[in-house]
């Protein structure tokens, strides 16, 4: 049984890695988060009933209150997943994701290496930083171009993938000059249930519902590589418990879309499950909008060593696991309409400190 202290469990990919923990491990858990904007306890409804979680809420870039954190729960490992984590975000304002990605993890990685030097030897060589990251360091593909491996340059392209880039970077660092033992994951694009209507999929599908316009960036022939949620938090604890320390593991699904394929699927998907009132397909409700400056034309990813030395494989295909998803939208409203109308920060009133 460990003892893992999750930061950012109240996010989209954090919450799903909690319900997994609590629900199919008998590992004990600490969501660390601060709820900002993206943080949400209506994620996490049934995981927070159970004995073997708790919640601080804190900062990562709050020294002392990690120091607490740490002292009070005495983590086996960290998974850390505490990000500002929306592109479109990173461009408009990108000083919060110099704080949070950058200092934030800096502050975070010396809190990990003041408890684990204080731990005595057999604690000491079980614990772990495993330092949750994206493909999106890896900059974008051509069409022609190989897949993401481990060893591919970091080139970002955005305020927040070079933000990741950056932190990616400094956990490494901290490996090597102060030998802590850390894991990095590299993952492409996740989809599935509980994700904020910010991010493409749950933004389309919401829309859609609404009768509003369906936005595409640009030509829609942008490439993602998709991979349902519930088989990223899988690989998270496949990583943490049994990867090697100091190594990197790319994860994905071999599932590249473009973007208004996606769009499309899910107006499909829509036509059959909850077809609009008037009898026309959702896809006429598509709009093409001026492009994202930057906007990375394809991300693909090499997932073949976590599965050659892991194990791991993805669950879900993009079709059974897109389909998955746009019926939990239509199955859990509540939840939706609570982020939508903002009374699922109210949800936080009654943390504790
Ligand atoms: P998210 O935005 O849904 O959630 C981020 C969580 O971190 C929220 O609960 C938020 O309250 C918390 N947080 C933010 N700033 C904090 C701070 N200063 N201190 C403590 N908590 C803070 O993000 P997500 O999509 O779940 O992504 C989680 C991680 O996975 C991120 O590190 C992201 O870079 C990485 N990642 C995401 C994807 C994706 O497709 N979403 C793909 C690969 C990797």
Not at 45 to 63: E, G, H, K, P, V
Not at 71 to 78: C, E, L, R
Not at 244 to 262: A, D, F, P, Q, S
Not at 307 to 317: A, I, M, S
């Amino acid at each position: 049984m460990y003892k893992i202290m999750v930061t950012g469990g109240a996010g989209f990919i954090g919450s799903a890695l909690v319900r997994y923990l609590i629900a199919k491990t008998p590992h004990k858990v600490a969501n660390l988060d601060k709820l900002t904007y993206a943080g949400n306890l209506d994620s996490l409804s049934n995981a927070q009933l159970s004995s073997r979680y708790q919640f601080y809420r804190a900062d990562i870039c709050d020294a002392a209150a990690l120091d607490r954190a740490f002292a009070d729960f005495q983590p086996t490992v960290v998974m850390h997943l505490a990000a500002e984590s929306h592109v479109d975000r990173s461009i408009d304002g990108p000083a919060e994701f110099i704080t949070t990605n950058m200092v934030g993890t800096y502050v975070l990685l010396e809190a990990a290496r003041r408890y684990w030097g204080s731990l005595d030897p057999a604690r000491k060589e079980l614990f772990r930083f495993h330092h949750v990251s994206t493909d999106e360091v890896y900059g974008d593909l051509e069409e022609s171009d190989e897949l993401f491996t481990e060893s591919t340059p970091y080139a970002p392209s955005s305020p927040y993938s070079a933000s990741k880039a950056s932190s990616d970077h400094l956990v490494r660092a901290w490996h090597r000059t102060y030998g802590l033992p850390i894991l990095l994951t590299n993952c492409s694009n996740n989809y599935g249930p509980y994700h904020f209507p910010e991010k493409l999929i749950p933004h389309i599908i919401l829309n859609a519902l609404a009768g509003k316009p369906l936005p595409v960036y640009g030509d829609g022939r942008q490439v993602r590589d998709w991979l349902y949620v519930e088989d990223h938090a899988r690989a998270l604890v496949e990583v943490v418990t049994r990867g090697k320390v100091g190594e990197t593991y790319n994860i994905g699904g071999h599932n590249e879309k473009r973007n208004l394929e996606v769009v499309e699927t899910i107006c499909v998907l829509l036509d059959e499950l909850q077809p609009r009132a008037d009898g026309r397909s959702y896809k006429e409700q598509i709009t093409f909008v001026k492009d994202r400056p930057g906007h990375d034309r394809r991300y693909a990813i090499d997932a073949s060593k976590i599965e050659r030395e892991l194990g791991w494989k993805p669950q879900e295909t993009f079709e059974s696991g897109i389909r998955k998803t746009v019926q939990w939208y239509l199955d859990n409203r509540d939840w939706w309409e609570r982020v939508l109308n903002g009374s699922y920060r109210l949800a936080r009133l009654g943390d504790k400190a």
